[in-house]
């Protein structure tokens, strides 16, 4: 782990993160710890990422931007252009403006 993520206790700014109890976290924070691994160059957590698999029918925008995110990245499971864009595309259509924005790199 990078030196400055040492001193930041994830645990404690997440409770939910002890028993990778994700369901608990809100959306908003688990787009901020997604950023913390991907910002940092850290593997994401392989029960995050099936939390977030098991949502996949959700029509939550977020869910399916941090999927997206999670297919692009490489990072605990291997990328996947055609779930990338999928996920963008579900998350973009609900009005996520990243996602619009990811999208609109991609193409």
């Not at 001193?7 to 787009?31: D, G, T, V, Y």
Request: charged residues 25%.
């Amino acid at each position: 782990m990078p030196e400055h993520l040492k001193a930041i206790n994830l645990p404690k700014l997440f409770p939910a993160l002890e028993n990778n109890n994700f369901e608990k976290l809100s959306l908003k924070e688990m787009l901020v710890l997604q950023t913390i691994w991907h910002c940092n160059d850290l593997p994401i957590h392989e029960a995050f990422i099936k939390y977030l698999t098991d949502q996949k029918e959700s029509d939550d925008s977020i869910i399916h931007f941090m999927l997206g995110k999670v297919y692009y990245c490489d990072k605990g499971v291997s990328q996947d252009l055609d779930k990338v864009i999928y996920h963008y595309h579900l998350s973009a259509e609900r009005g996520f403006a990243k996602a619009q924005s990811n999208l609109a790199a991609i193409y």
